[in-house]
């Protein structure tokens, strides 16, 4: 399927009569991408999430060596577009899209782009043909990247129940945790031994929680590529 994407952007000239060049902006910027429409056998279901509330499950698609989910997803949860709202399904562009502006960045947030008009024309050009690579169409469904779904074992406060210690979901890993917290969703019973390892060492006695909140079905297990191999002797 092919999408007409209209922009603007910002170039240097050398206008008449003139010998340095000067940044002018332009709205004629014009380029055809290609989104990809696949069948839905070529991308099936590898993770299927599911809360403890009502929220409705979450399907992790597999295809081209990546996770895809139809909707946007932060820390194992649906995320709506709009602040308490229910539209948590990825936006489909049109046959056209116009991203003609006034200000100094072009930005989609419901269709992912983000880009500056000083890019330039052909550096914005290049942006849009990888932007829809991020991308796929399943039966007219739009489909995006996805983090990998994980469980952290997470301390809060100054131990001795003064805070906590707790197993999480989260679909990033934050750099300022170590990397032995951070465990797949085929390793919960090793990330509750190592909380609660953590928990006793910190003398968290009583708040302590071993229930992230989200269960995991696994449908293929290639896709999990998180393992975390650190032995956990010493937990603290």
């Known amino acids: 399927m092919q999408l007409t994407v209209k922009f603007s952007y910002v170039e240097n000239i050398i206008p008449p009569r003139c010998r340095n060049p000067r940044r002018a902006r332009f709205d004629d910027g014009l380029e055809v991408v290609n989104l990809r429409e696949i069948q839905r056998e070529a991308a099936p279901v590898a993770i299927i999430s599911s809360s403890n509330s009502s929220e409705l499950p979450i399907e992790y698609r597999w295809f081209d060596g990546q996770l895809w989910t139809s909707c946007s997803v932060y820390g194992c949860s649906r995320q709506a577009h709009t602040s308490g709202g229910t539209d948590y399904d990825?936006?489909?562009p049109g046959p056209e899209l116009s991203l003609v502006t006034d200000s100094v960045t072009m930005s989609r947030h419901d269709i992912?782009?983000?880009v500056s008009v000083s890019e330039g024309k052909m550096a914005i050009s290049e942006y849009l043909h990888r932007?829809?690579?991020?991308?796929?169409?399943i039966d007219g469904q739009v489909f995006r990247p996805a983090g990998e779904p994980r469980y952290v074992v997470m301390t809060f406060g100054l131990s001795n129940?003064?805070?906590?210690?707790?197993?999480?979901?989260?679909?990033?890993s934050n750099t300022n945790i170590k990397d032995q917290s951070y465990f797949s969703v085929l390793q919960f019973e090793d990330a509750k031994d190592y909380a609660g390892r953590i928990a006793a060492a910190r003398g968290d006695t009583t708040k302590f929680n071993a229930d992230p909140g989200y269960t995991f079905d696994v449908l293929i297990p290639e896709a999990v590529q998180i393992r975390n191999d650190y032995k956990q002797e010493a937990a603290a």
């Open 90 to 92: 990825y936006t489909a």
């Open 112 to 114: 992912g782009i983000f």
């Open 131 to 137: 932007w829809a690579q991020s991308l796929i169409f």
């Open 161 to 172: 129940n003064h805070g906590g210690t707790a197993v999480l979901c989260t679909d990033i």
